[in-house]
Each structure stands twice: as C-alpha cells, then as structure tokens.
C-alpha cells in the first residue's frame, strides 16, 4: 500500500535472505521507521513487542523467523527450540501456529544444508498467499459493501457509506491490503463515498495509530473515535455496517479478535447493524469449536493500560535553548494515566459468538458464521 507515494509491504527479505526488514508499529503514526531482523531472537522480540502485530503478519514473521534460526543452525534440536520460541511470542493468533507447522512440515524431512533455503522459499510462500488472499477478500468484500449501499433509502444514497472498525486489520496487520480494510481501499478506489469511524482500540491504540495512519495515507475520509462512542452512533444510524479481522476463528464461526469487538457485536445486534469478520484460511482454527472455552487469550502487560503512549512536544527551555520556544523538538514518550499503585489488567482479546456474526468475509466468498458455512467453502470434512 501506498506511504507518501511510495508502495510498501510490511515485510521483505534482505541482504539476499540473511535478514528481513519489517516496519516498526510501535512508532507509528509519528515515525516512519524500519527495522532489520537478523536472528531468531530478534524476530521472536519483534512478534512479541508488538513491532510487528496483527494475525497473518505475526504467522509471516514467524515462518522467517524460523528460516533465520536455521541459518544459524540447521539441526534437529535447533528446529525444535526455535518452533517453541516463536510459538510462545504471542497465543492467541492461531496464523503463528499454522505458519510456523508449515515450515517446519517443509523442512523437517530435508538435510540440514537444504532447511534454511526451503524455509525461505515456504515462508516467501506465505507471505505471497496472504497478498493474494486478502485482496480477494477485498474484492468480495466490495460486492457486498455496494450491494448494502444500493439497499439504503433514496434518501441516503448520497451519504457516504458509514463503516465503523476496531483495531487494525488494515495492510499493517498482513503483508499487504489487510483483511477488513480491504474492501475499504477497494471500495474506495471503485469511487464508493465511503467513511470510516475507526475505534481509537484502547489500551494500545491501534485504531487511532495505525488504522488511521494507513486510511490517511490511503486518503479514505475517517474519524477517530473512543471506544465508547460506537454504541451512540449505531443508535443514530450513522453505521451501515460494522467490519473487523480476526485472529482466531473456530470452526462453529466464532470469532476471537481485539479486546471490545465483542461489545461492538453486541451493540451492532441491538441496532440492527450488520457485522461483519474479514479473514484469510490461515486465521481458522478447526480443531475447536467453543471460542469462549477454547481459545487462549493473550494477557499483556498492565502497563499498557496504566501508562498511554504519544507524541510529546518539548520546546525551547526544556531544550536547553530559547525560553522563546523557537527550538523546538517532538519526541515518542509514555504517561502514567492511573494513581500510582492502581492495578490494571489487560486481556488482550476477546470471543464474539458466532450468532452474532452477521457473515465472514473470505477469500473464498462470504458464508454465514458457521461450521456448514466454513466447510461448505473449505470442503473441509
Ligand atoms: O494485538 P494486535 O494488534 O496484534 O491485534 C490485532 C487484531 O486484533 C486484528 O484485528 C487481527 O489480528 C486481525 S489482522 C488482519
């Protein structure tokens, strides 16, 4: 996708493969930064603070990861304490546990000289398949958003076609086009007047980071909101539709995303507001059912919810220069929000039933949210 005029992905091989190169999120919006990966241990602590995020990219990042532990060691054992380290970065998005069994299904058979190579060449692999499947989930993604905008009254066809989103699951999450917002850029490259009220997705804030950075640079009209507000808008009728990622979906259709998707589900079914999950195959689960019961959710730090990260502006004397302020400087930084002593708890993802899920978007079609609607698509038995 497109920064400044430049396209991007969100991952690329280095160095003829000796290191790869990924964007750091924990800057954005303010700094446009990149970053080299050189090793596993790097990769791991990339996954696991959040420099790279989002389901299908944590899987690419950990398929070259594993490629930069065989590198560095081809053997048995370092294949197996490579697979458990990247494994353990983050638990809930199943796309880790897919990417990773996929590369090592690849290599574990070959000899120790052939593994890295085939681990490049299998993660290479999967980062081209995300590319492709999400702009397919774009496309069908995009009959759907027109067929909902032709559905509204004479009255409001004028009006731009309000989505709300949660989280990012824009191209930042994936290698490329993302999964919910793709029928978003799609949409609004076709010449729909499309507006997006982006959840600010607290406590990280992913939504008023990177999902507002991406459709600004993208330039789809959008408005941040707090995570409260979504609620009092549906009321209002100014959401056609909700749209959301995910990062582990079971095989009854259950859908495990960012913390607060479920409230946003919940007040969608109240006002009559479609909701709707855009994911790849890689996000499937199909060994549970019961999201609730069975998907492990991730319980980050607290500080994360007791401090809030941003761009601080300091200017002349606190530089040391002119009490005038005309030096002055920006810099990233955290503030505590709550008393000192205060506990918080971070629950970083939470379930949405299934029946509450108005259809999933994938690169295969739309389907309701539902083991016949998974397997009628997948041919799964
Ligand atoms: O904690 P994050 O930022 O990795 O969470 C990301 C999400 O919840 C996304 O919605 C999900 O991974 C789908 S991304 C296409």
Same mark, same amino acid.
């Given at each position: $996708? ?47 603070? $959040? ?36 494994? @353990? ?25 052939? *593994? ?16 492709? $499947? ?5 496309? =069908? ?66 939504? @008023? ?7 600004? *640079? ?13 609620? =009092?808008? $549906? ?32 007040? @969608? ?37 007791? =401090? ?12 040391? =220069? ?32 299934? *029946? ?26």
């Amino acid at each position: $996708m497109n920064i400044d005029g430049k396209a991007w992905r969100t991952i690329w091989l280095e160095a003829g493969g000796r290191s790869i190169g990924v964007i750091d999120q924990t800057q954005l919006p303010h700094t446009f930064t990149t970053r080299s990966l050189a090793n596993l241990d790097q990769a791991a602590e990339a996954i696991a603070t $959040m420099v790279v995020r989002g389901a299908p990219l944590i899987g690419v990042t950990g398929a070259y990861g594993l490629m930069l532990a065989l590198q560095a060691d081809p053997s048995d054992g370092a294949l197996d304490a490579a697979f458990c380290q990247l494994l @353990a970065t983050r638990p809930t998005a199943v796309n880790l546990q897919w990417a990773l069994e996929r590369v090592r299904d690849r290599v574990v058979s070959l000899a120790p000289a052939e *593994r890295a190579l085939a681990a490049q060449q299998e993660a290479g692999a999967i980062a081209e398949e995300d590319v492709l $499947m999400c702009e397919a989930i774009g496309d =069908h993604g995009l009959r759907l958003f027109e067929e909902l905008a032709a559905r509204r009254p004479a009255s409001r066809q004028k009006e731009p076609f309000n989505v709300l989103t949660h989280c990012n699951a824009g191209w930042l999450a994936t290698v490329d086009w993302g999964t919910a917002l793709a029928p978003i850029y799609k949409a609004h490259r076709a010449g729909l007047q499309v507006h997006v009220w982006v959840d600010e997705t607290r406590p990280r804030n992913q939504g @008023a980071s990177l999902t507002a950075f991406e459709l600004g *640079r993208e330039g789809v009209p959008h408005t941040v909101i707090v995570d409260n507000a979504g609620g =009092h808008l $549906m009321q209002h009728g100014q959401v056609d539709a909700v749209i959301v990622g995910t990062d582990r979906t079971t095989r009854s259709g259950d859908v495990c995303n960012k913390i607060g998707t479920y409230l946003k589900a919940l007040a @969608a079914q109240d006002n009559g507001v479609p909701f709707y999950v855009a994911l790849p195959a890689s996000t499937i689960d199909w060994s549970i059912a019961d999201g609730v019961a069975e998907i492990p959710i991730e319980a980050r730090s607290d500080r994360e919810v007791t =401090h809030i990260q941003g761009l601080v502006s300091v200017v002349g004397a606190a530089l040391g =220069h002119s009490p005038r302020g005309e030096s002055s400087s920006a810099a990233i930084t955290q503030v505590q929000l709550t008393p000192t002593g205060s506990l918080g708890f971070n629950p970083a993802f939470d379930v949405t039933p299934a *029946r509450l899920v108005t259809a999933l978007i994938t690169e295969r079609g739309v389907v309701s949210a539902s083991e016949e609607g998974l397997k009628q698509l997948y041919g799964v038995e």
